[in-house]
Every structure is written in C-alpha cells, then in structure tokens.
C-alpha cells in the first residue's frame, strides 16, 4: 500500500524565492487537497481537486500561490515570491469518493524561509 | 461551520483506556462526526467516524451522545505509540469536502 507521497520533505528557501511542492495521491484516488499547518495549530485547508478540476479554494490561498493537479494524478502547489508568514507545514491528503470518506494524509512538506 | 471543544491535553498511563471527550452542540442532522490524530512529524491520520451509532474499528471505539452534542473517542489500552494530538471534527455529508481542525487534544501517555 503507497500512501500519500510528498516531496520535498523540507525547503529552506531566502524570502522572494518561489518554491513548488509535489503531491503523489493514492492512485485511484480522485479527490486531493492541499493544507498548511503552522507550529501549535490544526490544520488549514487550502484548496482541493476532483480529478483535474480545482473545485474550491479557501481565502488563505492569496494570489502568489498556485496549485495545479494535471491529468487529475499528481498535484503541485507553487508559491511565488516567499514571505516569512508562508513558513510552515504543507500537507496534501487525498481521498476516493466524495462526501464522508476519509482523507490520507502525507507527511507533508516543511517550508523555512530564512 | 459547527465547532467542536476539546480539552487542550490529557494524560493517560500506558495499558489503560483512555476516554477522550469531544462536545459539539451545534451540531446538524446531516454532520458526520470525526476522528483524526497527529503524531509527532507525520501528517494526520484517520482513527475512525459515525453518525449516529457507536461506532468500533481495529483503532478505537467512538460512543455517541444520544442527542449527538457530545461524542467520546476511546482507546481500549493506550500505548506510547498513541501519544498524538487527537482532532474531533464534523463533517457535513453535502457540504464542502474539507475538513476543519480545531486545536485537538494532546494526549500524553506515560510508561
């Protein structure tokens, strides 16, 4: 059984600099989200796919990040232009269905802006 | 969004069960009620959900208020490898599909 992969695991960045992560969901999963968390907090939704659709996006996802999920496999989430509030945990989850099914989450993605 | 409250830690001694309470009292017919942990540099997991009926799973066991305003996780022998944040979080079943985290409980497991 692969679980949800991410990569990079870690990315230390300088403030400005773009970063993009990857999100490989389980495969026949259709749904797959993006989070960020921050040190001490739960986790905040960022913006989900239904295959390659992106079919919400929450208000914390400002016009420097982009996500993408082509061919409704993989996902990648690109931040442009760094700032020192975007330093945290990113974690994708995916999941088969819609309405209540459980999501899998990756080990994230851990992003330090010096 | 409903919201739930969690008591922010607990401790437990390893081998015992461990109840660990969730209140929700805003809570819809339609809400699913949910239960993820955390542990320590991982991603969220799924422990186990329900509706309505306890629920039991090879993880946990999920009791359920009668008049769904509460909810109670329990694990029947806790080990250190339990030690985790817990997330309790309800889940419309025709609502947006993320889910909301509150603050969790931390529950702490001593040998």
């Known amino acids: 059984d692969t679980g949800v992969s991410q990569d990079p695991r870690h990315k230390i960045t300088k403030r400005g600099q773009n970063v993009t992560f990857r999100c490989d969901p389980i495969s026949e999963h259709n749904r797959l989200y993006w989070y960020r968390q921050t040190l001490g907090q739960g986790p905040e939704f960022l913006t989900y796919?239904?295959?390659?659709?992106?079919?919400?996006k929450s208000r914390l996802l400002s016009d420097r990040f982009s996500a993408e999920r082509p061919k409704g496999s993989f996902s990648t989430l690109e931040i442009q232009r760094t700032e020192q509030g975007d330093s945290a945990m990113y974690l994708c989850?995916?999941?088969?269905?819609?309405?209540?099914?459980?999501?899998?989450f990756g080990d994230g993605t851990r992003l330090s802006i010096l | 969004d409903a919201k739930t409250t969690q008591p922010n830690s607990m401790e437990s001694n390893e081998e015992e069960p461990v109840h660990l309470p969730c209140n929700h009292s805003t809570i819809s017919g339609t809400d699913y009620i949910h239960w993820y942990r955390q542990l320590p540099s991982q991603g969220p997991e799924y422990v186990i959900h329900g509706l309505t009926s306890n629920v039991n799973n090879r993880m946990a066991s999920l009791a359920i208020a009668e008049d769904r305003k509460s909810s109670t996780l329990i694990l029947h022998r806790a080990t250190l490898r339990d030690a985790a944040v817990y997330y309790c979080i309800l889940r419309g079943a025709y609502a947006g599909n993320m889910l909301t985290f509150g603050g969790g409980t931390r529950l702490m497991v001593k040998p």
């Open positions: 796919f239904q295959n390659e659709a992106q079919l919400e």
């Open positions: 989850a995916s999941s088969l269905g819609s309405g209540v099914q459980p999501q899998h």
